[in-house]
């Protein structure tokens, strides 16, 4: 079984809607100009929300092959809910794909594996795949027991979750002291958690649902770091914050298998 590798870009609160089109234009001519085989990887954008709408008009109006989706959604569908986004809106833009519960809304917005939970069921609802982002943070890197502190926060944030809707998953392990600190995890590290989610999956469900889950490393990827992580076993795509601001360098690390 092969699995597509996901190379996602995520914006975090940078690019206004203008910044952000002709971000992705750069990105979509750099790979037509380098002849990019989207069969080699899917491609994927997190725009903040107000830029979804002018995204979508350049995805569909110039046919790009690129996806894209949000960087967080409500676990409710609808009502008095001030300043959150439900799924819906964003599967009426066309979305794909959601963040869920990155580290940057776990610590900054207290969210917990329990409303990580809630929000992944959200995200089926509305037809959305979750990009559901676990990670250890440097003390407990430290201590040594990242391993069981990350499949706790999985399993905490994927509390009852059918097996049908566990295999089209995508975790993303982000170890939170490799954030836009330039510390790359080694290939190694993202290996041994990647095989870890894989496994603790297998046990969950099955050997046939953790061989379809999608497992990607985020912290600091760049161009020159990217081949060698995605070319672990269990690694099957990338979640990048700064450098997916330069499409140039995005590009490169979507052309991982062209080097
Ligand atoms: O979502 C992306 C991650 O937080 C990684 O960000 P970074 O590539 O800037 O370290």
Request: charged share 25%; proline share 2%; hydrophobic share 40%.
């Amino acid at each position: 079984m092969t699995r597509k590798p996901l190379i996602a870009g995520n914006w975090k609160m940078n690019m206004d809607h203008a910044e952000g089109v002709s971000l992705l234009q750069k990105l979509a001519w750099t790979l037509d100009d380098a002849n990019f085989n989207y069969d080699n990887a899917e491609v994927a954008v997190f725009p903040p929300f107000t830029d979804i709408r002018s995204v979508q008009t350049l995805v569909e109006g110039d046919k790009l092959n690129i996806v894209y989706g949000g960087q967080d959604l409500s676990d409710k569908d609808s009502g008095a809910y001030t300043g959150d986004i439900s799924g819906a809106f964003l599967n009426k833009l066309g979305a794909t794909y959601v963040l869920v519960g990155h580290s940057e809304r776990r610590t900054i917005h207290g969210e917990t594996d329990a409303i990580c939970a809630d929000k992944v069921q959200a995200a089926y609802r509305h037809g959305l795949t979750p990009v559901l982002c676990v990670g250890e943070g440097l003390e407990i890197r430290e201590a040594g027991t990242h391993v069981d502190f990350t499949l706790e926060q999985l399993r905490g944030s994927i509390e009852g979750l059918s097996s049908e809707q566990a295999e089209t998953l995508v975790v993303a392990y982000e170890p939170v002291w490799a954030i836009g600190t330039g510390k790359v995890a080694t290939s190694a590290d993202a290996q041994e958690m990647s095989a870890a989610i894989r496994a603790e999956i297998e046990k969950l469900y099955s050997a046939d649902v953790a061989e379809k889950v999608r497992v990607l490393y985020g912290g600091s990827v760049k161009a020159a770091s990217a081949p060698e992580i995605l070319g672990e076993a269990d690694v099957d795509g990338v979640l990048v914050g700064g450098a997916s601001l330069d499409a140039e360098e995005f590009a490169n690390i979507a052309r991982f298998d062209s080097k």
